[in-house]
């Protein structure tokens, strides 16, 4: 076997088997890449540096990893959305909150979260509201949940940007918890949005994204997905003057 031969297996053919091979080994889903979170950490340190802000996040364990932390940092320098709802409180809470501080976020922040001794903490360190919502069974078509009740309160009529990463769906009880969001999607702002998806990597967070592909579908929403890899996935649906963002 000559030198090019072994050259193209090696940097061709082997990448894709593998790729392959892990996609089986994941239930037909995407992998993730790793190796690629060093490189999500380089942009976000230096565009914390670029803007002032300390170093104080703590993205490991079940916390959003870099990329998560990269895409909010960029959609706010960006795009400045004006009415953000984040489901699910910890390091993103903490990372908006410092936006604003610094000025570069100029938005109402509500952050909704299900356990009060959590929300108790990540209040005390933030300037926006942390609202605690009890979950409640849902029956959604064939999926049986528990997700946020959001009858109980009174949220805003619009959002430009909406972060799914809570409640926790990380074990197959807990499955399909997230798609409770699902309601919250008439609430987007028509002239544009985002949506972030956080775990995309897992089959409950995946169905999710494909029925709200569907759904803003079936509303005649144009709109633009996109899906950030690394040690998570994250998938973005933006539509409007924010569509770009899903090239980010």
């Given amino acids: 076997m000559g030198k090019p031969v072994r050259n193209y297996i090696k940097n061709k053919v082997l990448p894709r088997v593998i790729w392959h091979v892990q996609k089986i080994a994941?239930?037909?889903?995407?992998?993730?890449?790793?190796?690629?979170?060093?490189?999500?950490?380089?942009?976000?340190?230096?565009?914390?540096?670029?803007?002032?802000?300390?170093?104080?996040?703590?993205?490991?364990?079940?916390?959003?990893?870099?990329?998560?932390?990269?895409?909010?940092?960029?959609?706010?320098?960006?795009?400045?959305?004006?009415s953000i709802l984040e489901l699910g409180a910890g390091q993103?809470?903490?990372?908006?909150?410092?936006?604003?501080?610094?000025?570069?976020?100029?938005?109402?922040v509500l952050t909704i979260e299900h356990n009060p001794t959590w929300a108790?903490?990540?209040?005390?360190?933030?300037?926006?509201?942390?609202?605690?919502?009890?979950?409640?069974?849902y029956q959604d078509g064939e999926l049986s949940y528990d997700g946020y009740d959001f009858d109980a309160v009174a949220l805003k009529p619009v959002i430009d940007f909406l972060l799914v990463d809570g409640p926790p769906a990380g074990t197959q009880e807990r499955g399909y918890a997230r798609h409770c969001c699902l309601s919250l999607l008439d609430r987007l702002d028509p002239a544009g949005f985002i949506i972030v998806i956080d775990d995309v990597e897992r089959s409950g967070e995946a169905l999710l994204c494909e029925r709200i592909d569907q759904r803003l579908q079936s509303k005649n929403i144009a709109f633009v997905r996109g899906q950030i890899t690394a040690n998570k996935q994250q998938a973005v649906f933006a539509s409007g003057r924010f569509s770009h963002a899903a090239f980010y």
Wanted: aromatic share 10%; net charge positive.
């Fill in 26 to 82: 994941n239930q037909g889903l995407a992998p993730t890449k790793p190796e690629l979170e060093a490189v999500y950490q380089r942009i976000f340190e230096r565009d914390l540096e670029q803007i002032g802000v300390s170093n104080t996040f703590y993205p490991v364990g079940s916390a959003a990893n870099y990329s998560l932390l990269y895409f909010i940092l960029r959609a706010v320098r960006e795009v400045k959305p004006s």
């Fill in 92 to 108: 993103t809470s903490l990372l908006f909150d410092e936006l604003r501080r610094c000025g570069l976020l100029n938005a109402d």
């Fill in 120 to 137: 108790d903490y990540v209040e005390a360190r933030v300037s926006h509201k942390v609202m605690v919502l009890k979950l409640r069974s």
